[in-house]
């Protein structure tokens, strides 16, 4: 069946890294091992490929960030890859985290010098709760870095994960002289930028081979050698159910600008890497092999053409199969929407499409009609789950600058709000308004959107708050109480949700301390 067919040949998932460990040169790096790409290139012309495959914001650009989380899909071995570009930036988590929400796997890429990084830790946190399956990319090992036994072991304590190295270098920096592949039991030898399939990578298959002596001098055979009897002895054997399961990660050492490692990557990816997976929603378990379609809503990304206001939607399929020109049922409007440009995402080309099947992500051109987290079915009311916002880390009242333009600033806040470029709140007692954020960057972004797009200005007043919590109770009474008490710390969300907004963590201890009925969540999914 076409259909089976499509979904068994899709593997949707994202790259993940702290910025600078090289998650841009390995998506690139992958791309032109899929054909969606040409030709690599140098570093300069990454950063401008960088701008021109997935920065579609004017602000990106002057800003050098990537903001956007773009879409690339590629084949490779009969399989289509679907890579979802996620920013590396601190301040975009809350994007990369919904990102997440769309992937069945992830990778994710650390710098052998750097080890584990506090953006690493925070995203593969998101991974972890989800039980997505991670596999491991150690980067820069033509560079000196930490001892592999010592990364595995940072690796494990810090992000939690229990690893299972399936390739270990021979050397690193000046000695690295290659990989030794124990999924594939072969050595490759490693030549600074040379094409992988070229005849100058030297593949040996038993470790015992004089041979390799040869190749990488005695001592440095000899540590290999004991290296990875070591590691065949310390952990266990890989086992892809566990690897599907989130339980262990199996770990690759290469270095993704030499176009090394990766192939190998690439093509155990392949091998292991789950299908599109099922999704929870309120009311049930959704199997991607229903024939009815449905899907969400992870990502609006606003502004692709300056000159109009629209806006794409990122639609996840889930289940079923998405056809263009054909009505579905928007859960949350209570309305039906069809959609005749419905877009797929190659590399740096989109193109329209007439379907798409589960794992695939499509752009949804829209007017407005969408939020972060909307669903989209056949006309069954469901309501996907694990789209959380996290309580922002800064806040900031805002103050409307220009009173004639009102109602261009309302409608302005609201809309990037629904985006999810931050969160909204509206204190009870004053009815002021309160932006949070996870970083400083888009107070600044709100306020350049807000002006570019929307002709509204405002400016900031600063705040002194924590963080929020999204509070309910078995017993309504509770909560009444709560507000009625604390009326100057009680705000609501863009969803009407009720949020304690904390001055201090000693004030959320006094609140939890006094009303020991009510809960207080860190996020609004609960
Ligand atoms: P990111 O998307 O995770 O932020 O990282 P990106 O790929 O942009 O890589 C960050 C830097 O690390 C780049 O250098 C890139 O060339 C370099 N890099 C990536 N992989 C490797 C590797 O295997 N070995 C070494 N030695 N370097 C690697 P840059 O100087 O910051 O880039 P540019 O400013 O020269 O463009």
């Given at each position: 069946?076409?259909?089976?067919?499509?979904?068994?040949?899709?593997?949707?998932?994202?790259?993940?890294?702290?910025?600078?460990?090289?998650?841009?040169?390995l998506t690139e790096k992958l791309l032109l091992f899929g054909g969606a790409i040409q030709e690599a290139g140098a570093v300069k012309s990454n950063k401008i490929k960088k701008h021109a495959t997935s920065d579609f914001m004017e602000i990106e650009k002057q800003r050098g960030i990537s903001v956007a989380t773009s879409v690339m899909a590629f084949e490779y071995r009969d399989k289509q890859i679907n890579i979802l570009d996620t920013p590396g930036h601190k301040d975009f988590a809350e994007d990369t985290y919904r990102t997440l929400t769309a992937v069945d796997s992830v990778i994710?890429?650390?710098?052998?010098?750097?080890?584990?990084?506090?953006?690493?830790?925070?995203?593969?946190?998101?991974?972890?709760?989800?039980?997505?399956?991670?596999?491991?990319?150690?980067?820069?090992?033509?560079?000196?870095?930490?001892?592999?036994?010592?990364?595995?072991?940072?690796?494990?304590?810090?992000?939690?994960?229990?690893?299972?190295?399936?390739?270990?270098?021979?050397?690193?920096?000046?000695?690295?002289?290659?990989?030794?592949?124990?999924?594939?039991?072969?050595?490759?030898?490693?030549?600074?930028?040379?094409?992988?399939?070229?005849?100058?990578?030297?593949?040996?298959?038993?470790?015992?081979?004089?041979?390799?002596?040869?190749?990488?001098?005695?001592?440095?055979?000899?540590?290999?050698?004991?290296?990875?009897?070591?590691?065949?002895?310390?952990?266990?054997?890989?086992?892809?159910?566990?690897?599907?399961?989130?339980?262990?990660?199996?770990?690759?050492?290469?270095?993704?600008?030499?176009?090394?490692?990766?192939?190998?990557?690439?093509?155990?990816?392949?091998?292991?890497?789950?299908?599109?997976?099922?999704?929870?929603?309120?009311?049930?378990?959704?199997?991607?092999?229903?024939?009815?379609?449905?899907?969400?809503?992870?990502?609006?990304?606003?502004?692709?053409?300056?000159?109009?206001?629209?806006?794409?939607?990122?639609?996840?399929?889930?289940?079923?199969?998405?056809?263009?020109?054909?009505?579905?049922?928007?859960?949350?409007?209570?309305?039906?929407?069809?959609?005749?440009?419905?877009?797929?995402?190659?590399?740096?080309?989109?193109?329209?499409?007439?379907?798409?099947?589960?794992?695939?992500?499509?752009?949804?051109?829209?007017?407005?009609?969408?939020?972060?987290?909307?669903?989209?079915?056949?006309?069954?009311?469901?309501?996907?789950?694990?789209?959380?916002?996290?309580?922002?880390?800064?806040?900031?009242?805002?103050?409307?600058?220009?009173?004639?333009?009102?109602?261009?600033?309302?409608?302005?806040?609201?809309?990037?709000?629904?985006?999810?470029?931050?969160?909204?709140?509206?204190?009870?007692?004053?009815?002021?308004?309160?932006?949070?954020?996870?970083?400083?960057?888009?107070?600044?972004?709100?306020?350049?959107?807000?002006?570019?797009?929307?002709?509204?200005?405002?400016?900031?007043?600063?705040?002194?708050?924590?963080?929020?919590?999204?509070?309910?109770?078995?017993?309504?009474?509770?909560?009444?109480?709560?507000?009625?008490?604390?009326?100057?710390?009680?705000?609501?969300?863009?969803?009407?949700?009720?949020?304690?907004?904390?001055?201090?963590?000693?004030?959320?201890?006094?609140?939890?301390e006094n009303h020991p009925e009510v809960d207080f969540h860190f996020t609004s999914e609960y």
């Amino acid at each position: 069946m076409v259909f089976l067919d499509e979904l068994q040949k899709r593997k949707t998932f994202a790259i993940i890294a702290h910025p600078d460990a090289g998650k841009t040169t390995l998506t690139e790096k992958l791309l032109l091992f899929g054909g969606a790409i040409q030709e690599a290139g140098a570093v300069k012309s990454n950063k401008i490929k960088k701008h021109a495959t997935s920065d579609f914001m004017e602000i990106e650009k002057q800003r050098g960030i990537s903001v956007a989380t773009s879409v690339m899909a590629f084949e490779y071995r009969d399989k289509q890859i679907n890579i979802l570009d996620t920013p590396g930036h601190k301040d975009f988590a809350e994007d990369t985290y919904r990102t997440l929400t769309a992937v069945d796997s992830v990778i994710v890429v650390i710098d052998v010098a750097k080890g584990v990084e506090e953006q690493t830790e925070r995203l593969v946190e998101v991974c972890r709760m989800r039980k997505t399956p991670i596999i491991v990319f150690i980067n820069k090992l033509d560079r000196e870095g930490k001892d592999g036994f010592d990364l595995l072991d940072e690796i494990e304590q810090k992000l939690k994960l229990k690893v299972i190295p399936l390739s270990w270098p021979a050397g690193m920096g000046q000695r690295f002289k290659g990989v030794y592949s124990l999924y594939e039991k072969n050595l490759i030898l490693f030549r600074a930028h040379a094409k992988q399939d070229d005849d100058n990578i030297f593949k040996i298959s038993d470790l015992s081979d004089p041979l390799l002596d040869d190749q990488i001098g005695k001592p440095l055979a000899d540590e290999l050698r004991d290296e990875v009897h070591t590691i065949e002895s310390i952990y266990p054997e890989f086992s892809r159910e566990d690897y599907l399961k989130g339980d262990v990660s199996p770990v690759f050492f290469g270095s993704a600008v030499n176009n090394f490692g990766v192939r190998e990557l690439l093509d155990c990816f392949v091998d292991i890497a789950p299908q599109p997976m099922g999704r929870d929603t309120e009311e049930r378990h959704i199997q991607p092999e229903e024939e009815k379609f449905t899907g969400f809503i992870f990502k609006i990304h606003a502004n692709m053409d300056p000159k109009h206001r629209d806006r794409i939607a990122f639609l996840r399929v889930c289940s079923g199969t998405f056809e263009r020109n054909t009505n579905y049922y928007h859960v949350r409007q209570e309305k039906n929407l069809k959609f005749s440009n419905p877009t797929a995402f190659m590399a740096s080309k989109k193109s329209v499409i007439d379907e798409a099947y589960p794992g695939d992500i499509v752009g949804l051109y829209d007017s407005g009609n969408f939020k972060i987290g909307d669903s989209l079915t056949e006309g069954e009311k469901l309501h996907f789950k694990g789209i959380p916002s996290f309580s922002p880390e800064q806040f900031r009242f805002v103050n409307n600058t220009d009173p004639m333009k009102t109602k261009q600033l309302n409608k302005g806040l609201d809309q990037l709000m629904d985006e999810g470029v931050a969160q909204l709140f509206t204190k009870e007692d004053n009815g002021r308004k309160i932006i949070g954020t996870v970083g400083a960057l888009q107070f600044d972004i709100i306020q350049y959107r807000l002006k570019h797009e929307y002709g509204a200005s405002c400016d900031y007043e600063p705040v002194n708050l924590y963080k929020a919590f999204w509070i309910d109770s078995k017993n309504p009474g509770a909560v009444k109480e709560l507000v009625a008490r604390r009326k100057k710390d009680i705000a609501r969300d863009t969803d009407g949700k009720l949020v304690f907004l904390a001055e201090s963590a000693w004030s959320l201890k006094m609140a939890q301390e006094n009303h020991p009925e009510v809960d207080f969540h860190f996020t609004s999914e609960y």
